[in-house]
């Protein structure tokens, strides 16, 4: 077996991996607007994932709890009064696949892997 050169450019498949990357255009692209619920007469605006601070993100979801993530996008105030509120399962189940499906998140999915 030939020795792989390690002067080439080109990922599997042959196509040319870029010298640079413009990474706030590749965010500028994605639509970020928050998510809207009502509940108990009430608006929540749950913030993007891609939004979040990546760190506190990572903090957030590390066993991959929805939750979590929903409970950073809220922030800690509103999560507070959010959390106060009696919530049927069902109605949360609800909140939380739209909101994951807002975000291009699949359930059971890390928010990592949303967008691609």
Known sequence: MAPRNTRDSNRPGGKPIPSSVDYDAIAAEVDLQPFEATWN??????????????????????????????????????????NAIPIPVGVLNKIKNDYMKHCGISVGESGRSGRS
């Open 41 to 82: 007469g009430e608006k929540w605006f749950f913030a993007h994932v891609e939004t979040m601070d990546s760190w506190e993100f990572d903090r957030a979801t590390g066993d991959n709890d929805e939750i979590a993530i929903m409970a950073l996008a809220l922030g800690e105030e509103r999560w507070q009064e959010f």
